[in-house]
């Protein structure tokens, strides 16, 4: 078994052991803004980059720690992560457009520190925690504009990505994990939030010139909580 599925798997057998002691089980799903962290020691390409939208879906639960103001948040949620990239170039009667859109999907399995604190019927809280999340599928679109003289031609190509550690014909490493921090507000059983992943491991398979790819997403929220309150 790979380290990175034994990781994610002893993560999931925890959160199924945390259940059994749970008070609460929140629905979520919401829109996640993502984008990459993407260098080497030559250049750094955040200009070329801009966030993608995708969504979330999943459960968390809550293992109480200090009475109602300080839980134990965790759960399994299936996450759109990936970037889009533009770039351009021109010259004498001529320009190049280069766009490239590559939607990744993910599990990420989060285990938060979470403190409430507020009323009765409106809560407030804030989250702060590791993740760790597996890579599933991705698929990267890039598009050439020609223009030449006031003619365009356009082409465009899609691939699958290709997981793996291999330096020359691998895009991405599966695993990836981070840091999440956030906060929302808890009206009765229904809660929003918002909160920013900041990944920590290097998933770029190719490793030449300190080549460095880091997940950033930014991720809302909102959800029903079922259980007892």
């Known amino acids: 078994m790979r380290p990175s599925t034994r990781i994610l798997l002893l993560l999931l057998i925890s959160q ?9 089980l ?9 984008n990459f962290l993407m260098k080497d020691n030559t250049e750094n390409y955040k200009e070329y980059l801009t966030m993608r939208p995708g969504f979330q879906l999943g459960g968390s639960i809550d293992i109480p720690l200090f009475r109602e103001l300080i839980s134990l948040e965790t759960g399994i949620f299936f996450n759109t992560k990936g970037y889009n990239m533009k770039n351009s170039e021109e010259g004498d009667g001529y320009e190049i457009i280069y766009t490239e859109k590559c939607p990744l999907y ?3 399995v ?13 809560k407030g809280f804030v989250t702060l925690g590791p993740y760790a999340g597996y890579g599933l ?9 020609y223009t030449y003289q006031g003619t365009t031609t356009t082409d465009t190509e ?18 990836d994990y981070g840091i999440t921090f956030g906060g929302g507000v808890i009206f009765k059983r ?25 997940n950033r997403v930014l991720r809302i929220s909102g959800g029903f909580i079922f259980g007892k309150k």
């Open 106 to 108: 993910y599990i990420d």
């Open 190 to 214: 229904i809660t929003a939030g918002i909160s920013y992943d900041l990944g920590l491991a290097n998933i770029s398979s190719y490793r030449d010139y300190e080549s460095k790819i880091k």
């Open 158 to 175: 899609t691939l699958d990505v290709e997981w793996g550690k291999d330096n020359d014909n691998d895009f991405l490493r599966r695993l």
């Open 16 to 24: 199924f052991l945390f259940q059994a002691n749970a008070q609460t």
């Open 137 to 145: 599928s991705g698929k990267c679109t890039d598009t050439w504009e």
């Open 26 to 34: 929140t629905i979520k799903g919401g829109l996640n803004l993502s």
């Open 110 to 122: 989060p285990i938060n520190v979470k403190a409430v604190y507020g009323g009765f019927n409106l």
